[in-house]
């Protein structure tokens, strides 16, 4: 039994460590880069350290309110994981800050990476779309969530997915970093747009109790309801203020033979 509970422990404690040793690696490089002329942003190394903080507080459910076992703290995890800490990650531009700190050579490996057909598809803001949805729908409308409740190792799939689809849709749509034929403003916004509409649609069935497949009582799934709805709400509309407050023209990563990989600065910006 003992073991088992430490092993279990072990199981729980190193998400956060690998969120830990995340921020710390961020904070190295930053301090690297604020010895140069150009620096590095106080603010954006703030940011980061603000959504690894979120991440790791939904990573200690311990820590969260409501008591163990209790759906709604299941849904705040998922809202913290999913939507919230990502976009203080993604406005950190940690992919610039890494361009920065590589040796060139390796900058423009990683530049033909981003460019590659699959990564393009990757993240275009449509299929950053379906993985985030997506994801909600099967957890929670389909046997999945049961099943996470069994399976430890299959519980922190699910946050782990829900952990990248929300940098990819966060990147993707807002983020300052640069991506591969990154869509204008304007369907970025539609795009945002219908992931508002999605969540709200999955959030009042959820409260109605139709299509539902979590075995808890009615009033922890309307509780759960409400914290998809109004939490994920407060959380895209970030997401498109920092859309319009970050966005750019013309910020693309181009892989023509004369500039594979080269990040292009926009508005006195670097790479």
Do not use: K, N
């Not at 603010?43 to 076992?69: D, I, K, S, V, Y």
């Not at 782990?160 to 966060?170: K, N, Q």
């Not at 009033?219 to 309801?225: E, I, L, N």
């Not at 920092?242 to 023209?249: D, E, G, I, K, V």
């Amino acid at each position: 039994m003992t073991t088992a509970h430490g092993a279990h422990t072990a199981v729980e404690t190193l998400p956060v460590a690998a969120v830990a040793a995340l921020a710390v690696g961020y904070l190295v490089l930053a301090g690297r880069r604020r010895r140069e002329p150009r620096g590095w942003s106080s603010w954006r190394t703030a940011a980061f350290l603000a959504g690894c903080a979120l991440l790791a507080w939904a990573l200690l459910p311990q820590a969260l309110p409501f008591a163990a076992g209790d759906f709604r703290r299941h849904m705040l995890q998922h809202l913290l994981i999913g939507m919230v800490a990502p976009l203080g990650l993604v406005l950190a531009a940690p992919v610039t800050l890494l361009l920065r700190s590589v040796p060139s050579r390796t900058g423009q490996r990683i530049g033909r990476l981003l460019h590659l057909a699959p990564v393009r598809l990757l993240a275009h803001p449509v299929t950053a779309l379906l993985l985030t949805v997506g994801g909600l729908a099967a957890l929670y409308f389909t046997p999945l969530y049961a099943a996470t409740g069994h399976h430890p190792l299959l519980h922190h799939l699910v946050h782990l997915h829900f952990l990248l689809s929300g940098v990819l849709f966060a990147w993707v749509v807002a983020g300052p970093d640069p991506a591969p034929r990154r869509p204008s403003v304007p369907v970025r916004l539609v795009v945002l747009g219908v992931a508002v509409a999605a969540h709200a649609a999955l959030a009042q069935l959820m409260y109605a109790g139709l299509l539902v497949a979590v075995d808890a009582p009615a009033d922890q799934v309307r509780g759960g309801a409400e914290l998809m709805y109004y939490g994920g709400d407060i959380a895209e509309l970030l997401l498109a203020l920092a859309l319009l407050l970050t966005w750019r023209p013309d910020r693309r990563v181009r892989g023509s033979a004369g500039g594979a990989g080269r990040v292009v600065p926009v508005r006195g910006e670097h790479p």
